[in-house]
């Protein structure tokens, strides 16, 4: 698609320079003053049909798209800003076509799937990136945790094992500088003996491995705010479940798991978050496997804007459903009072309700950098959730998971 698009600029931008006279009829431009206005604009359809080539070639470093994006975001406005100061509708043609291009450039780009690739690769804006893996043994109750991040030129990667039966939870970290951080297209991240990459995560004292995914990579970010720039921040769920097998050691504790249900996740920003509230549960009955997925934040916008957003996934009975996305968030409904998070999210005609808890006795905590100063997250493997599903007013099902649901919580200490 991207190779097409820069075949038509670079035709249209023949024409403008070849074929002049037409062009400036029709826009009321006296002959012989096209020159530099022509110019202008055959200069800019070589350098964007130039980017729409780099981009099919290569369409992950997000500084081509910015670029690109910019170009038809500015000349719809001037467009429309010639035909009111002209009073000539003819320049409203160029506002439809350069419009619809931006639209369709932006869900271009948002539907770019690289969980396993750095959004900071190739690009810039990036402030701090990270992947995760978490793995849970329900009937040994202990959950594992790894953390992979570069923040600000820091690389660190955190080992985190929740231990219910022993009561304890034990943490383990790594820094070194950023630049030490290998990545590629199938890598995440390396350094040193530490690595993730797909169907493998390992560190110093642990190794863990899984075959291909039960339910792949799915986005929470709002496809056309992501895709267009406008949000510069994002999370998705790598792998939303998959049966890992293998040793973690952290602290003295020792969490082994044989297909145990896991997932993957992946989140980057510019300047961070203000706070968030994450949740992740994974039902497992006679019926199948259910998989719900929940996050509420403050996505970051332009300068110091944000905007509140509640997006989540729901896998279950061989349906792998999205609710994220303007619309889908201002009919969710997210809640969080005297330490019980309340939800509502609805996917299509699939409404899922219920609410979760933090394991205070059991959670882990950490300082983190947001807009608003400096935060503390908690986070907790053994939380509890219930869920239920509802189709057309009809239940579909009444699910619960006593100590078996991950729930982050994160605020300014302020």
Known sequence: MMRAYGWVFLATGTVFVAAPLPLTSLLGIPNGGHGLWLGLAGSLMAVISL?????????????????LLLSKAMSSLLFAAFAAADRNPAFLVGTAVDSAIFVHLAFLRAGLSRPYRARAEGGAGIGQEAWFLMAKDPAARRGFWARYAVTRGRAECRAVLFDKTAGRVEVETWERPADEVESGPATAYRLGDLSLARGRARGP????????????????????????GLVRAGYESAEG???????????????????????????????GARGWRWARAVFEGPEGTTVFELLTAEAPLAGSLSVPMTA?????QGRDLSSAGVLASLAARSELRDGT????????????EGGCRLDGSLAAEFPYDSPAGPGVCRTSMTGAMRLTLREGGFPLAELDSPEGAIVELAAPSS
């Open 205 to 228: 004292s642990w190794d863990l491995a899984w075959p291909a995914a039960e339910a792949g990579p799915m986005t929470f970010a709002p496809a056309f705010l992501s895709g267009a």
């Open 312 to 316: 989540a996934r729901l896998v279950h």
């Open 241 to 271: 479940l998959a049966r890992v097998t293998g040793e973690a050691r952290v602290g003295g504790l020792v969490a082994r798991f044989d297909g145990a249900p896991a997932g993957v996740g992946h989140l980057w920003s510019a300047r």
């Open 341 to 352: 998070w309340s939800f509502r999210v609805r996917f299509g005609g699939v409404v899922a």
């Open 51 to 67: 980017l729409s080539f780099q981009i099919a070639r290569d369409p992950f470093p997000g500084s081509r798209w910015d670029l």
